[in-house]
């Protein structure tokens, strides 16, 4: 799963003492494993090895510049979303030409500077980007290639807010409306729409949703295939879960499992856009306890982090697991999950410095005693943690560290005071 593992009552990072790097750059801190990024991506090479698919790290999820030029490094592609996160690919010595482009608001200077970045493929989310990515490459005389996102109004059974595959979704076009579009779209001598793209929604913790979608997927490009529309590719997006309490997601090899009979022999190029199955379980946050209190029958652990540093917990109840840096040795472990079969602990919640009642990280969590100046380490934060940090409440934004063996680097430096105010007119 990851390379966080309690040896001598005190979590490392592959080889090196957590402790030993929050003693030098300080909390809140986010702590990255190399080893484990490298082995996420090796696992859907593994996995999806017959169909040779193209994998295009999201980089949505985890977006530090030297994370992308490690994960540029295994030879991958990247999902963007944003005009900003192509310039970081592209910055991280990322190949362009395999980059997707999702997004249902891609501006005209994002499609033209994505058509510079000779990107492989535009996910196209309605038939109004359809009109105007047709319109910009006639324009321009240049061929662009486009994915028609369908949304196969499928249920991938996971928060409301990160639903994105079901009918009534701001996300691409209903699938009963994509013959017509291709229709309308698809015959154009520059823009060229040719494959087809799925996203569901995420983390989606069964194979079924993909079944479901593939499914209705390959049907439909069965009759536009009949209709004489070339489609050369399927991605199917990402969603693919990662282990917020140990066990919890499919392995990747399960869903190849699935995936694969589906789509082999199908003349399809194949591509994944997986996020926090790759970067989730590779990265911690560490937080120190500046007070600890009671609240009536409540139990509090305040930490110098917050939602301000990871949101998730606030925004879609996600759980986190969490637990202290150093340990007794009975509450050493080897798996992630509340509550614990351990002695000695209290129902805690851990909770932040930021002046909203919905500033936490974890609730009624058994804990052992906590202490001010301890130290928590908060798991699974790698994806959609420093990436939807903030400085709400004017909190300089958290470090983060990437750890490679036996030696740390700073990644991102802690932001300062002067920070918080660089891009303000005086
Ligand atoms: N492809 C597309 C088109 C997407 O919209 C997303 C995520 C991904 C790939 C990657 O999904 P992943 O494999 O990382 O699950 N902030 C939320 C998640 C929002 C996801 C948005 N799109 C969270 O913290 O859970």
New binding site residues.
């Given amino acids: 799963m990851d390379h966080f593992t309690y040896k001598n009552d005190e979590l490392y990072c592959e080889n090196i003492p957590v402790s030993k790097i929050t003693a030098e750059v300080g909390t809140p801190a986010y702590i990255y494993s190399a080893a484990t990024f490298r082995r996420h991506v090796q696992n859907y090479r593994e996995a999806f090895a017959e169909m040779n698919p193209l994998i295009c790290y999201?980089v949505?999820?985890c977006s530090n510049i030297n994370i992308l030029k490690m994960v540029a490094d295994l030879d991958t592609g990247f999902?963007v979303?944003s005009g900003g996160e192509l310039f970081r690919v592209a910055k991280a010595g990322g190949d362009t030409t395999k980059v997707v482009y999702?997004g249902v608001g891609k501006t005209d200077k994002e499609i033209n500077e994505a058509i510079d970045a000779n990107i492989a493929y535009f996910?196209v989310e309605s038939e109004a980007e359809l009109a105007n990515l047709t319109k910009i490459a006639n324009e321009r005389k240049t061929i662009v290639k486009g994915a028609l996102r369908v949304n196969p109004d499928v249920d991938p059974k996971t928060h409301r807010y990160?639903t994105?595959g079901k009918k009534e979704s701001k996300f691409g076009v209903d699938i009963e409306r994509a013959v017509a579009a291709f229709q309308e779209f698809g015959k154009d001598e520059y823009f060229k729409l040719c494959a087809i793209h799925l996203?569901l929604g995420?983390?989606i913790n069964t194979t079924d949703p993909y079944v479901l979608a593939i499914d209705k997927a390959l049907v439909m490009i069965e009759e536009l295939r009949a209709q004489g529309f070339e489609i050369e590719a399927i991605d199917i997006?990402?969603?693919?879960g990662a282990d917020y309490t140990t066990g919890q997601a499919p392995l990747t090899a399960d869903y190849a499992d699935v995936i694969i009979p589906m789509l082999r022999d199908k003349g399809l190029k194949l591509i994944l856009?997986?996020?926090?199955?790759i970067s989730g379980n590779a990265g911690i946050m560490v937080g120190q306890v500046v007070y600890v209190k009671k609240g009536g029958d409540k139990n509090f652990a305040i930490l110098d982090a917050g939602m301000n540093d990871l949101i998730?917990p606030s925004l879609?109840e996600?759980f986190h697991f969490a637990w202290p840096v150093k340990v007794k040795p009975q509450h050493s472990l080897d798996k992630r999950m509340d509550p614990m079969n351990l002695s000695d602990l209290v129902k805690t919640d851990i909770v932040g410095p930021i002046c909203e009642t919905g500033d936490y990280l974890a609730l009624d969590r058994n804990l052992p005693a906590i202490a001010r100046g301890d130290q928590l380490a908060i798991f699974t934060a790698g994806?959609?943690g420093f990436a939807?940090s903030s400085q709400y409440n004017s909190h300089p934004r958290a470090a983060e560290v990437l750890v490679d063996g036996d030696s740390f680097k700073v990644i991102r430096q802690r932001e300062s005071y002067d920070d918080l105010i660089a891009a303000e007119m005086s």
Avoid: C, I, Q
């Fill in positions: 999201s949505k999820g999902d979303v999702a996910n990160t994105t996203h995420s983390p997006g990402g969603g693919f856009e997986p996020g926090r199955s998730r879609y996600a994806a959609y939807m």
